[in-house]
């Protein structure tokens, strides 16, 4: 009987159970207690008052011990205690883990990493942490300190956070003595499978303690808390202490967290019947049906499944057979009037966790092997030439094996998917402009659908040297009606990383990629995605690899597939190379240089060819050697006709080949030395090589001093010629606040290229904690240059930031130079006024000499109270050149959300308008975005609900629609919880189309409406045999079958009243009686509905019945055929 009481009390809707043994006396009374939510059902007296005295202790501190099911996410993060950064060598830093599923961990650890390291950001210190305790630890030589935790499992398996950096302070807003329910969690791999046990309370006297989970818990000042752990399924015993004046609770919770769990919900309707009536040529049967359900659980076995299913209603030889197919319902309910009341009184909300287009969601996974049908991001990696990141809709899978590397990586594993994409990718390269707004090509983009990294390529051979892939929300926001991406930090043009000072035009590009997916206005896009790849480490060094990917999508039908391998020798010790082929027409590239105000188009290459890439780099440490450095090396071959995510080989090229190396170390704590050599050649003749070496001394703790000397080479359509530069750069630390230096540069021989002498001083000066300038200014033979930058940043997110870029040679893409060159300003922030309001602008303005752009964007966020938000974000741009391009974008929205538990509402409107010459072509754009919720709750009986969606463009329709559209709801419930006697429903919805919405990505504008439904069902219980019910509806509704048609009036009446009698326990017999009365066709009709079922068990029902008219009570139902006989299923769980 014992077991048996956690199922019971489940089955009984508990939410605590006590249960105190004593010994066994037969079959009375003594000896045990059993209280359900606090109340006695069976108890020993003496027990029972013992468990009531528990419940009473607890309930004095307002504790909850609550068993939240098994849909809970791991979190794992990590935070800095004390001061605020920066840490440098030497300093004691001390570091809280945090997580809530300890009992999966076997080991924890806190590892640091020098992003600075020679060859790439290097682990220098790993201690060990006990999971959700702290450490303190001294920080090793070392420039740019970031942390990482990591969590191990008893199989070797790790989670891991994101890099947190100890040079710039954390903004996340921390507490340092509570878990705040934050997750930084970079890298998932440990399955974790139970349920969340979240112990709560309220009450705590000032300065009382709690221990809960076998740790101290720190109540805030108003003497709450809250603490959950993930636990494993089974019974544990949950130890809970509150020791303060007054308080003394010492006790024990035993919880039950099941194996198994499921929420499943689904019904199935078929009807069988005959039918006559004015639109039917005399008798016809039919046969329908609908299937609809959900299901989320997770086996004994740890088998976890979610999925869902909606056939719609049609005849049942079709309902089953496009299962695979998009569903049109997302685009017809911008046509049809929604069947559904806008609420039900309830209070219920929805979570999708079935993301689909289409009529089916599947997924089934255990441990880390899945398989999906339905909405996900084809990531593919492993392979540099093979790669994928687009939003898909169709069939994934994932399978690896259980046993692991040295290092917890599956063995072997394998990447599948095939879809059908129903939007485009597009993919937008912006060079830096050291600001951090930028301007997507095109607008209202699908949601989630983007993928944003910062790479460094070099400029003559466009070859990748660094790709870092940004989070959202922590590294950007982005605005997907607008198209408009916000960065963090802003992010700068280019990087010279060496001691000679490169010429206009050789520094390495910094760029940012934006990759998503949008709906086109003017294309069919027919056609499948396909891809996969497949890897195993034949030993804990050496990876096997080979990827494929095929395209069919719009103007795209390409193949693109390549093998690899990779052995692993350290940590940043590699050897790896890369073989793709290409066939075929894949996606083209835009590129700006100006933030998105203009885009010149890279299109795609059709045609086939293929790539090969080797890299090797090599770790001193790793091969023994006592010192710091790192070798690496590179080779790469692209034929005529190869085409990729990151290159497109051209007939203006032909075939390239690149290869290059590098060698840089640090032998001692004062000398240091780099040595680098790039070649790049195609067919066409062009060439670019360049070679060089720098040497570093410090000469004493504050004076570095720095040689440097590059050779370069180059043959090109523009310039042909040699030349040697060598420089020298000496800086001083005045103080770990202030550096300055100073350098020169000469050309000591040159042929045919122009000379690049430079001398210059620059400096770096923190002078507060918070404020930073730093600056340099140079001359030389190809002009004036300098830049300056004066930056803010505080522990509590505030950041200011002022600079100015002016660069001798400048070149910018898609824009002639026609005067000076005046360079670009760029000025913005974040600031927090006060605890209410946080404010965000930036502006940025390019002289290129005629050619002038002003960006500029502002945002406010006003939080006056827990439940009041206000936002309010405006953009504006400018182009003027004097030639091709003068026009003005304009941008502006409006947010507001209100949450409390009677009333809550979210609203925004967005505006964008955008008029003149881009690139020599009109552009005339005007488009207005309104979204609004709201929820009543009038009383305990009665809820109100209402929402709008508005749209006005008027476009050229090359981005987004022209046209209107508005949907209005406004829902009425009365459902009483204490007596159901009375039930009402009631809806209204407004419907505007003038779109003409496309329907199944036909290349031609749909019917436009414009309709008002409103309604009302109320019912009423006589008593437990009978209730009567009725329901009245109008709709007034024009339609046109295109743009140029005129729109015809169709207007109705419909009243329903009904009777029903519940005869014995499984019987119900109905009758209805219906008048429907079209407005214009001034016709009246009245009809009778006589319906009789029988219920089978608990979930089926049989019956049928006889309709005496022709209509049905769907006022969207406008064809006259519903007379005749029906026989009815219905199953539902």
């Given at each position: 009987?014992?077991?048996?009481?956690?199922?019971?009390?489940?089955?009984?809707?508990?939410?605590?159970?006590?249960?105190?043994a004593?010994?066994?006396?037969?079959?009375?009374?003594?000896?045990?207690?059993?209280r359900?939510?606090g109340?006695?059902?069976?108890?020993?007296?003496a027990?029972?008052?013992?468990?009531r005295?528990?419940?009473?202790?607890?309930?004095?501190a307002?504790?909850?011990v609550?068993?939240d099911g098994l849909?809970?996410?791991?979190?794992?993060?990590?935070?800095?205690?004390g001061?605020?950064?920066?840490?440098?060598?030497?300093?004691?830093?001390?570091?809280q883990?945090a997580?809530n599923?300890?009992?999966?961990?076997?080991?924890?650890?806190?590892?640091?990493i020098d992003?600075?390291?020679?060859?790439?950001?290097?682990t220098?210190?790993?201690?060990?942490?006990?999971?959700n305790g702290?450490?303190?630890?001294?920080?090793?030589?070392?420039?740019?300190f970031?942390?990482?935790?990591?969590v191990?499992?008893?199989?070797?398996?790790?989670?891991e956070?994101?890099?947190?950096?100890?040079?710039?302070?954390?903004?996340?807003?921390?507490?340092?003595?509570?878990?705040?329910?934050?997750?930084?969690?970079?890298?998932?791999?440990?399955?974790?499978?139970?349920?969340?046990?979240?112990v709560?309370?309220?009450?705590v006297?000032?300065?009382g303690?709690?221990?809960?989970?076998?740790?101290?818990?720190?109540?805030d000042?108003?003497g709450?808390?809250?603490l959950?752990?993930?636990?494993?399924?089974?019974?544990?015993?949950?130890?809970?202490a509150?020791n303060?004046?007054?308080?003394r609770?010492?006790?024990?919770?035993?919880?039950?967290v099941?194996?198994?769990?499921?929420?499943?919900?689904?019904?199935?309707?078929?009807t069988?019947?005959?039918?006559?009536?004015d639109?039917v040529?005399?008798?016809?049967?039919y046969?329908?049906?609908?299937?609809a359900?959900?299901?989320?659980?997770?086996?004994?076995?740890g088998v976890a499944?979610?999925?869902?299913?909606?056939?719609?209603?049609?005849?049942?030889?079709?309902i089953f057979?496009?299962?695979?197919?998009?569903?049109?319902?997302?685009?017809?309910?911008?046509?049809?009037?929604?069947?559904?009341?806008p609420?039900?009184?309830?209070?219920?909300t929805s979570?999708?966790?079935?993301?689909t287009?289409?009529?089916?969601?599947?997924?089934?996974?255990?441990d880390?092997?899945?398989?999906?049908?339905?909405?996900?991001?084809?990531?593919?990696t492993?392979?540099?030439?093979?790669?994928n990141?687009r939003?898909?809709?169709?069939?994934?899978?994932?399978?690896?094996?259980?046993?692991?590397?040295?290092?917890?990586?599956?063995?072997?594993?394998?990447d599948?998917?095939?879809?059908?994409p129903?939007?485009?990718?597009?993919?937008?390269?912006?060079?830096?402009?050291?600001?951090s707004?930028?301007?997507?090509?095109?607008?209202?983009?699908g949601g989630?659908?983007?993928?944003?990294?910062?790479?460094?390529?070099?400029?003559g051979?466009?070859?990748?040297?660094?790709?870092?892939?940004?989070?959202?929300?922590?590294?950007?926001?982005?605005n997907?009606?607008?198209?408009i991406?916000?960065?963090?930090?802003?992010l700068?043009?280019?990087?010279?990383?060496?001691?000679?000072?490169?010429?206009?035009?050789?520094?390495s590009?910094?760029?940012?990629v934006?990759?998503y997916?949008?709906?086109?206005?003017?294309?069919?896009?027919?056609?499948f995605?396909?891809?996969g790849?497949v890897?195993g480490?034949?030993t804990?060094?050496?990876?096997v690899?080979?990827s494929?990917?095929?395209?069919?999508?719009?103007?795209?039908?390409?193949?693109?597939?390549?093998v690899?391998?990779?052995?692993?020798?350290?940590?940043?010790?590699?050897?790896?190379?890369?073989?793709?082929?290409?066939?075929?027409?894949?996606?083209?590239t835009?590129?700006s240089?100006?933030?998105?105000?203009?885009?010149?188009?890279?299109?795609?290459t059709?045609?086939?060819?293929?790539?090969t890439?080797?890299?090797?780099?090599?770790?001193?440490?790793?091969?023994?050697l006592?010192?710091?450095?790192?070798?690496?090396a590179?080779a790469?071959?692209?034929?005529?006709?190869?085409?990729?995510?990151?290159?497109?080989?051209?007939?203006?090229?032909?075939d390239?080949?690149?290869?290059?190396?590098?060698?840089a170390?640090?032998?001692?704590?004062?000398?240091?030395?780099r040595?680098?050599?790039?070649?790049?050649e195609?067919a066409?003749?062009?060439?670019?090589r360049?070679a060089?070496?720098?040497?570093?001394y410090?000469?004493?703790?504050?004076l570095l001093l720095e040689?440097g000397?590059?050779?370069?080479?180059?043959?090109d359509?523009t310039?042909?010629?040699?030349?040697?530069?060598a420089a020298?750069?000496?800086?001083?630390?005045?103080s770990?606040?202030?550096?300055?230096s100073?350098?020169?540069?000469?050309?000591?021989?040159?042929?045919?290229?122009?000379?690049?002498?430079?001398?210059?001083?620059?400096?770096?000066?923190r002078?507060?904690?918070?404020?930073?300038i730093?600056?340099?200014?140079?001359?030389?033979?190809l002009?004036?240059?300098?830049?300056?930058?004066?930056?803010?940043?505080?522990?509590?997110?505030?950041?200011?930031?002022f600079?100015?870029?002016?660069?001798?040679?400048?070149?910018?893409?898609?824009?002639?130079?026609?005067?000076?060159?005046?360079?670009?300003?760029?000025?913005?922030g974040?600031?927090?006024i006060?605890?209410?309001?946080?404010?965000?602008?930036?502006?940025?303005?390019d002289?290129?000499g005629a050619?002038?752009?002003?960006?500029?964007?502002?945002?406010l966020?006003?939080?006056p109270?827990?439940?009041?938000?206000?936002?309010?974000?405006?953009?504006v741009a400018?182009v003027?050149?004097?030639?091709?391009?003068?026009f003005?974008?304009?941008a502006?929205?409006?947010?507001?959300?209100?949450?409390t538990?009677?009333?809550?509402s979210?609203?925004?409107v967005?505006?964008r308008?955008?008029?003149?010459?881009?690139?020599?072509n009109?552009?005339n754009?005007?488009?207005?975005?309104?979204?609004?919720?709201?929820?009543?709750?009038i009383?305990?009986?009665?809820?109100?609900?209402?929402?709008?969606?508005?749209?006005?463009?008027?476009?050229?329709?090359?981005?987004?629609?022209?046209?209107?559209?508005t949907?209005?709801?406004?829902?009425?419930?009365?459902?009483?919880?204490?007596?159901e006697?009375?039930n009402?429903?009631?809806?209204?919805r407004?419907?505007?189309?003038?779109?003409?919405?496309?329907?199944d990505?036909?290349?031609?504008?749909?019917?436009?409406?414009?309709?008002q439904?409103?309604?009302?069902?109320?019912?009423y219980?006589?008593?437990?045999?009978?209730?009567?019910?009725?329901k009245?509806?109008y709709?007034?509704?024009?339609?046109a079958?295109?743009?140029?048609?005129a729109f015809?009036?169709?207007?109705?009446?419909?009243?329903?009243?009904?009777?029903?009698y519940?005869?014995?326990?499984?019987?119900d017999?109905?009758?209805?009686?219906r008048n429907?009365?079209?407005v214009?066709?001034?016709?009246?009709?009245?009809?009778?509905?006589?319906?009789?079922?029988r219920?089978?068990?608990d979930?089926?029902?049989i019956?049928g019945?006889?309709?005496f008219?022709?209509?049905s009570?769907?006022?969207?139902?406008?064809?006259q055929?519903?007379?005749g006989?029906?026989?009815?299923?219905?199953?539902k769980?």
């Amino acid at each position: 009987m014992i077991n048996r009481l956690p199922l019971c009390a489940r089955l009984m809707g508990a939410t605590a159970l006590t249960l105190v043994a004593a010994t066994a006396h037969g079959q009375s009374n003594e000896g045990f207690s059993l209280r359900l939510n606090g109340a006695d059902i069976a108890s020993d007296t003496a027990l029972s008052t013992i468990a009531r005295r528990a419940d009473v202790a607890l309930a004095d501190a307002d504790i909850q011990v609550v068993v939240d099911g098994l849909g809970v996410v791991p979190r794992l993060d990590l935070e800095v205690i004390g001061d605020a950064a920066p840490y440098t060598t030497g300093d004691v830093v001390t570091l809280q883990s945090a997580l809530n599923y300890p009992a999966y961990i076997n080991r924890a650890e806190m590892r640091v990493i020098d992003l600075a390291a020679v060859g790439g950001p290097r682990t220098v210190a790993v201690a060990p942490i006990t999971p959700n305790g702290q450490v303190s630890l001294t920080l090793p030589a070392g420039e740019d300190f970031a942390i990482v935790h990591r969590v191990y499992d008893a199989q070797g398996r790790f989670d891991e956070t994101f890099p947190l950096s100890l040079t710039t302070p954390d903004d996340r807003t921390l507490s340092a003595d509570a878990e705040d329910g934050s997750d930084a969690t970079a890298e998932r791999n440990i399955p974790v499978h139970g349920g969340a046990v979240t112990v709560r309370g309220q009450g705590v006297v000032p300065g009382g303690r709690v221990t809960a989970f076998g740790g101290p818990v720190t109540p805030d000042r108003d003497g709450g808390f809250i603490l959950q752990r993930i636990l494993p399924a089974g019974a544990h015993d949950i130890d809970i202490a509150v020791n303060g004046s007054g308080q003394r609770v010492n006790l024990t919770r035993r919880v039950v967290v099941p194996a198994s769990e499921w929420f499943y919900t689904g019904t199935a309707d078929v009807t069988f019947g005959v039918r006559t009536g004015d639109d039917v040529d005399g008798t016809e049967t039919y046969q329908t049906g609908r299937v609809a359900g959900y299901v989320d659980g997770r086996t004994q076995t740890g088998v976890a499944v979610t999925a869902s299913i909606d056939t719609g209603e049609g005849p049942l030889e079709d309902i089953f057979r496009d299962l695979d197919e998009k569903d049109p319902r997302s685009v017809l309910l911008r046509v049809d009037p929604d069947d559904l009341y806008p609420t039900y009184g309830d209070d219920s909300t929805s979570v999708d966790n079935t993301p689909t287009s289409g009529k089916i969601y599947l997924r089934v996974a255990r441990d880390d092997d899945f398989v999906l049908w339905g909405d996900f991001t084809s990531t593919l990696t492993g392979n540099a030439l093979v790669r994928n990141e687009r939003t898909l809709y169709g069939l994934q899978g994932h399978v690896a094996t259980n046993t692991r590397t040295t290092a917890g990586i599956p063995r072997a594993a394998a990447d599948l998917y095939a879809a059908q994409p129903d939007k485009l990718p597009q993919r937008d390269v912006f060079r830096g402009t050291d600001g951090s707004v930028y301007f997507l090509e095109k607008q209202d983009i699908g949601g989630g659908s983007e993928t944003i990294s910062i790479q460094v390529r070099d400029p003559g051979t466009d070859r990748v040297i660094e790709t870092v892939t940004l989070a959202a929300g922590r590294d950007y926001d982005i605005n997907y009606i607008q198209g408009i991406v916000t960065l963090r930090q802003p992010l700068q043009n280019s990087i010279s990383p060496g001691v000679v000072i490169a010429a206009p035009g050789e520094a390495s590009n910094v760029n940012l990629v934006v990759q998503y997916e949008y709906t086109p206005t003017a294309t069919d896009l027919d056609g499948f995605s396909y891809g996969g790849r497949v890897e195993g480490w034949a030993t804990d060094q050496l990876r096997v690899g080979v990827s494929g990917i095929v395209e069919q999508t719009g103007i795209a039908d390409q193949t693109l597939a390549g093998v690899d391998v990779l052995y692993q020798l350290g940590e940043t010790s590699f050897i790896r190379g890369d073989v793709a082929q290409s066939e075929g027409l894949g996606f083209g590239t835009t590129f700006s240089a100006n933030g998105g105000l203009i885009f010149d188009e890279t299109a795609a290459t059709d045609g086939n060819g293929t790539a090969t890439k080797i890299e090797a780099q090599i770790a001193f440490a790793d091969i023994g050697l006592q010192t710091e450095g790192a070798f690496s090396a590179y080779a790469e071959q692209r034929s005529e006709g190869f085409s990729n995510l990151d290159n497109t080989v051209s007939a203006t090229t032909g075939d390239e080949d690149l290869w290059g190396f590098a060698i840089a170390g640090k032998p001692n704590d004062v000398l240091s030395y780099r040595a680098y050599l790039d070649s790049y050649e195609n067919a066409a003749g062009d060439v670019d090589r360049t070679a060089g070496a720098e040497l570093g001394y410090q000469i004493s703790d504050p004076l570095l001093l720095e040689f440097g000397l590059e050779s370069t080479d180059r043959d090109d359509a523009t310039e042909t010629g040699q030349r040697t530069d060598a420089a020298v750069r000496l800086t001083y630390a005045f103080s770990d606040a202030f550096e300055a230096s100073v350098f020169g540069q000469e050309t000591l021989d040159v042929d045919g290229l122009d000379r690049n002498d430079r001398y210059g001083i620059g400096a770096d000066y923190r002078f507060t904690e918070n404020w930073r300038i730093s600056g340099e200014v140079s001359d030389g033979n190809l002009g004036t240059g300098g830049s300056i930058r004066l930056s803010n940043e505080d522990d509590v997110g505030n950041q200011t930031y002022f600079g100015y870029t002016l660069e001798p040679g400048r070149t910018l893409a898609g824009v002639t130079l026609n005067g000076t060159d005046r360079g670009r300003f760029v000025a913005g922030g974040t600031r927090k006024i006060g605890a209410d309001v946080t404010a965000f602008g930036e502006n940025t303005y390019d002289v290129f000499g005629a050619y002038n752009s002003l960006a500029s964007s502002y945002g406010l966020t006003y939080q006056p109270t827990d439940t009041l938000q206000y936002s309010a974000a405006m953009t504006v741009a400018t182009v003027q050149d004097d030639d091709e391009n003068d026009f003005e974008r304009q941008a502006v929205s409006f947010g507001l959300s209100y949450d409390t538990e009677q009333f809550t509402s979210a609203g925004r409107v967005e505006y964008r308008t955008e008029e003149g010459l881009v690139s020599g072509n009109e552009l005339n754009t005007d488009t207005l975005l309104i979204s609004l919720d709201a929820r009543y709750k009038i009383d305990e009986t009665q809820r109100i609900v209402g929402s709008l969606d508005l749209a006005r463009t008027q476009t050229d329709a090359s981005a987004i629609l022209d046209g209107e559209y508005t949907d209005a709801v406004l829902g009425y419930a009365f459902r009483p919880i204490d007596n159901e006697q009375l039930n009402i429903l009631a809806r209204y919805r407004y419907l505007e189309d003038l779109y003409g919405q496309r329907v199944d990505d036909a290349d031609e504008d749909g019917p436009r409406q414009r309709s008002q439904v409103v309604s009302v069902d109320a019912i009423y219980d006589l008593n437990e045999r009978w209730s009567i019910g009725g329901k009245v509806g109008y709709r007034a509704s024009e339609t046109a079958a295109t743009e140029a048609s005129a729109f015809t009036q169709n207007d109705a009446w419909l009243a329903v009243g009904g009777v029903t009698y519940h005869m014995l326990d499984r019987w119900d017999i109905a009758a209805e009686v219906r008048n429907l009365t079209a407005v214009q066709a001034e016709t009246s009709d009245t009809g009778v509905l006589a319906t009789v079922y029988r219920h089978v068990g608990d979930h089926l029902k049989i019956g049928g019945g006889y309709n005496f008219g022709q209509f049905s009570d769907d006022l969207t139902d406008l064809v006259q055929d519903d007379q005749g006989l029906f026989i009815n299923l219905v199953a539902k769980y």
